[in-house]
């Protein structure tokens, strides 16, 4: 089973923008949709943004449109979620999450990277 894998999180000051990437080990990473995913300090996790296999067709949470675009590179096995204008309460542990249905709940997900860090100074 493919293994997900986070990078890219850091530091950045409000306003600054970061490009996080999710790259996967396995065959079938080009045919799984790719979720990206963020949990803040004492909150629930909540949806931010998805790609299907080809990259055709994305979907993003209300919050983050205009200002986060998802893609992928399927021959380098990596899909980024590239953010701007972040702000101060964006700040929380992002994952990637591999499944087989284009949503926006965590279900529909099976495959799920251990998280990179993303801080945003106000």
């Known amino acids: 089973q493919a293994q997900l894998i986070e990078s890219g999180g850091g530091l950045v000051q409000a306003g600054g923008s970061l490009r996080l990437s999710c790259t996967a080990s396995?065959?079938?990473?080009?045919?799984?949709?790719i979720g990206w995913f963020r949990q803040a300090p004492g909150k629930e996790r909540e949806f931010v943004a998805a790609?299907?296999?080809?990259?055709?067709?994305?979907i993003y949470a209300d919050s983050v449109k205009g200002r986060f675009t998802i893609s992928r590179d399927n021959a380098r096995n990596t899909v980024y979620l590239q953010m701007n204008s972040l702000k101060f309460e964006e700040t929380a542990l992002y994952y990637c999450?591999?499944?087989?249905?284009?949503?926006?709940?965590?279900?529909?997900?099976?495959?799920w990277g251990q998280g990179t860090q993303v801080s945003v100074s106000s």
């Open positions: 999450a591999g499944g087989w249905s284009l949503a926006t709940t965590e279900a529909h997900y099976d495959r």
């Open positions: 396995g065959r079938t990473f080009s045919r799984a949709i």
């Open positions: 790609i299907t296999s080809g990259g055709g067709n994305t």
